[in-house]
């Protein structure tokens, strides 16, 4: 499943929240140092790629039947997977997902025989206007009615997919992703006058924004590679189904 959960006992959320806000600090006084030099990013870019390559190396190779164009966009999110770019890649897989759809749709309609190049705008012309602007929702419904994805695709794109993936990245809404976080998680903070004693403070990790932010990123991290994943494999049998019903309407 996507959703992580994010009842973590108190004590750990706390040292990464500390862990995290040490990061900023120190990334910030870098920058105002000057000290990001260009071999720091060199280390970290090839670390990541000799961590994560052998995992996702697979995923360049690519055999699409159909929606070969989709090729340009599968490469990218391969590369920010190696390199843990998680957000930026959960967005682009919302891009591909959503026009992976549409196209589909295209594809099903307009067919998948050769198109002399003179016939491809009046051939693609009228699927384009009837699919190309529909809501994402609307493609999922009348993907799942021709039968180019199942019942259950349909059912875990519309509620699960669109709702957190879709929302909470392209359309920058969290809610549904922090829903199952407590109303009031506890904190503790200290003085420097004196740094031994914790005081527990309440907060609402659901409402503000760096908190947000920091449930947001390791949720991306736990879920970027799965939905990648699901959405490679939903590529090759949507794929199939289109062959499938061209080679029996063509009987």
Not at 39 to 50: G, M, P, R, T, V
Not at 58 to 86: A, D, P, R, V
Not at 100 to 114: D, F, H, Q, T, V
Not at 223 to 232: C, D, G, I, P, R
Request: aromatic share 12%.
């Amino acid at each position: 499943m996507l959703l992580v959960n994010f009842q973590e006992s108190i004590h750990k959320q706390v040292k990464e929240n500390r862990r995290y806000m040490a990061y900023i600090h120190t990334l910030y006084a870098s920058l105002n140092r000057k000290e990001m030099e260009k071999e720091k990013f060199e280390d970290a870019f090839i670390n990541a790629l000799n961590k994560n390559f052998p995992l996702h190396s697979k995923y360049f190779e690519l055999e699409f039947k159909i929606f070969q164009e989709l090729g340009g966009s599968i490469f990218e999110i391969n590369k920010c997977l190696i390199l843990e770019f998680y957000r930026a890649s959960i967005t682009l897989t919302n891009h591909v997902l959503e026009r992976l759809l549409k196209i589909a749709l295209i594809y099903n309609e307009a067919g998948i025989n050769p198109i002399p190049s003179e016939d491809w705008s009046s051939t693609f012309e009228g699927p384009n206007e009837k699919y190309g602007t529909k809501p994402l929702g609307n493609s999922i419904e009348l993907c799942e009615k021709l039968e180019l994805i199942s019942a259950d695709e349909k059912e875990y794109l519309f509620d699960t997919i669109r709702t957190l993936m879709r929302n909470g990245f392209s359309h920058a809404d969290p809610s549904k992703i922090l829903a199952g976080l407590p109303d009031e998680s506890i904190f503790f903070q200290s003085s420097f006058s004196d740094p031994e004693k914790l005081n527990p403070v309440g907060i609402n990790q659901k409402v503000v924004p760096f908190l947000q932010a920091i449930q947001m990123d390791n949720f991306a991290k736990n879920t970027a590679f799965s939905y990648f994943n699901y959405v490679f494999e939903l590529i090759t049998k949507i794929e199939l189904r289109i062959v499938d019903k061209q080679n029996k309407s063509s009987i």
